[in-house]
T-cell receptor
Framework: DAKTTQPPSMDCAEGRAANLPCNHSTISGNEYVYWYRQIHSQGPQYIIHGLKNNETNEMASLIITEDRKSSTLILPHATLRDTAVYYCIVRGHTGRRALTFGSGTRLQVQP | EAGVAQSPRYKIIEKRQSVAFWCNPISGHATLYWYQQILGQGPKLLIQFQNNGVVDDSQLPKDRFSAERLKGVDSTLKIQPAKLEDSAVYLC????????????FGQGTRLTVV
């Protein structure tokens, strides 16, 4: 699975959009981009995933660049409960392999 | 639906002692994972089961760690003997099957080895 690069930490004001970047320049054509988050003292929680089209669900939006070498997770109106570590993961289409977590981005939502 | 259940939530043992963790995945989920998460790091896969067969245990320290999934449902992870560096959160996760399906994680067991 392709390696991902994320900033170690970010801050965001409550009520504003949080934009979390991820670089995955070695991604191959059949690899998906997944986002999970981990709130303190809890297990990781699935947020969203995509292949090449932008995706949106009730939690977030995922924007993948046309060349698929980077993506951005958008939390449209961040709340204090969104404070967590966010993991960007690239995973092959066969899905036989488990999720491989990096160090993620620690998002701190400020009041 | 009920989530992934793990027990105990916390465990403190002395080095060289043994310890076991239990996981009950979401009903009907064929794939079960055990991860180790050391403080400040992302989770690292220890072992992956598909039903009661092992798919990947390449990162499991087999000299001291063992895991089983009886009847393809519950799973137990054991450490014997424990070392100080085994202090971590042990996370269990399950998914419906292999492939690009969502994995659901339990709250984990926090192990402290003293």
């Amino acid at each position: 699975d392709a390696k991902t690069t994320q900033p170690p930490s970010m801050d965001c004001a409550e009520g504003r959009a949080a934009n979390l970047p991820c670089n995955h320049s070695t991604i191959s054509g059949n690899e998906y981009v997944y986002w999970y988050r981990q709130i303190h003292s809890q297990g990781p929680q699935y947020i969203i995933h995509g292949l090449k089209n932008n995706e949106t669900n009730e939690m977030a939006s995922l924007i993948i660049t046309e060349d698929r070498k980077s993506s951005t997770l958008i939390l449209p109106h961040a709340t204090l409960r969104d404070t967590a570590v966010y993991y960007c993961i690239v995973r092959g289409h066969t899905g036989r392999r488990a999720l491989t977590f990096g160090s993620g981005t620690r998002l701190q939502v400020q009041p | 639906e009920a989530g992934v259940a793990q027990s105990p939530r916390y465990k403190i043992i002395e080095k060289r002692q043994s310890v076991a963790f239990w996981c009950n995945p979401i009903s009907g989920h064929a794939t079960l994972y055990w991860y180790q998460q050391i403080l400040g790091q992302g989770p690292k896969l220890l072992i992956q089961f598909q039903n009661n067969g092992v798919v990947d245990d390449s990162q499991l320290p087999k000299d001291r760690f063992s895991a089983e999934r009886l009847k393809g449902v519950d799973s137990t992870l054991k450490i014997q003997p424990a070392k100080l560096e085994d202090s971590a959160v042990y996370l269990c996760a399950s998914s419906e099957g292999q492939g690009n399906t969502e994995a659901f994680f339990g709250q984990g067991t926090r192990l402290t080895v003293v």
